[in-house]
């Protein structure tokens, strides 16, 4: 496994992340830490959480998987894990923390309790990676990055970065840091996989200019690319609960799941076959093979689909292999649809 740098920081992490937001809901605290175990005992050293997983988050759950990690955080040396975390802010309409009612953007005051928070959740005294979990269009860049850098002088984050941003977002902020003396987002977290390949035009060559470093999520398409909803909707999967949850769930699963990404997937199988490696290895090590890529977050909700990802480890795809997938993107360009995630 690869160690990669973020950024232009000093913090070097293994380019596969374990990615914890199913731990608390889909997955119970005893597997939780079967799953973390295994992810570390491969290598992995990186691993990433946020303030309202367990996803789809609630007001009920909040906090919960932070509650787990930081538990198993106690059973391993602290400096041996790279931990990353994010902010919701409070104006988001996804989900708006409990305690953060009321209020309109993300500012100091917001980032500062919400930072305590998930230090106290997770039983450390400092995140090596905090995030700003959306974009708040409200708030200043500056205002954001004002608290950020008191948050690095106190020792309590060592790095920032941001998540689900533009790539003018991202430009905005590193002027903002260099204008201003403070620190600079180092990474940006945003979805990235065969079937959402935008991170490749604008954004990518931010990351490559700007020293950036892009860490992709959902790099199996929310499962999609795995093939389990080739022929339905198997039971305990994240869409098939998606089916009967809210608006939102629904649209995401509208998004993620349609006839472009299936074919998608049946044009990838032959591939996978001809690889030797199943179709989620495949997935996997396509994301890791790009060069403003840092590390790929993966998720599980067992053991045995943990190591259906790791199994990509050292899997290095040769040229022909990475032709033959781009000659996919030809043929059904942009699998996931458009419709609300224009701006990630």
Known sequence: MERRRLGSSGVTVTDICMGTMTFGQQCDEKLSFEIMDRAFDAGIDFFDA???????????LYGVTEEIVGRWLKTKPREAVIVATKVTGPGHGWFVPPVRHG??????????????????RLQTDYIDLYQTHWPDHFARYEDILEA??????????????????????????????????????????????????????????VCRRENVSLLPYSPLGGGVLTGKYTDGYPEGARFSNYRSAGERQQKMLERFLNDRSRATVELLRPIAADTGVSLTALAVAWSRQHDFVASTIIGATSVAQLDESLAAIDLILDAETMQRIDEIEELIPNALKEDGLRRL
């Open 50 to 60: 946020a303030e309202i997983y367990p996803v789809p988050p609630s007001a009920e």
């Open 103 to 120: 209020r309109t953007t993300l500012d100091r005051l917001q980032i500062i309790n919400a930072v305590e928070g998930s230090l106290r």
């Open 148 to 205: 950020l850098t008191v948050l690095i002088k106190q020792g309590k984050v060592r790095v920032a970065g941001c998540s689900n941003e533009t790539s003018w977002g991202v430009m905005k902020s590193l002027w903002a840091a260099e204008q201003h003396g403070l620190c600079r987002y180092d990474s940006v977290q945003n979805n990235f996989s065969i079937i959402n390949r935008r991170c490749e035009s604008e954004l990518a060559q």
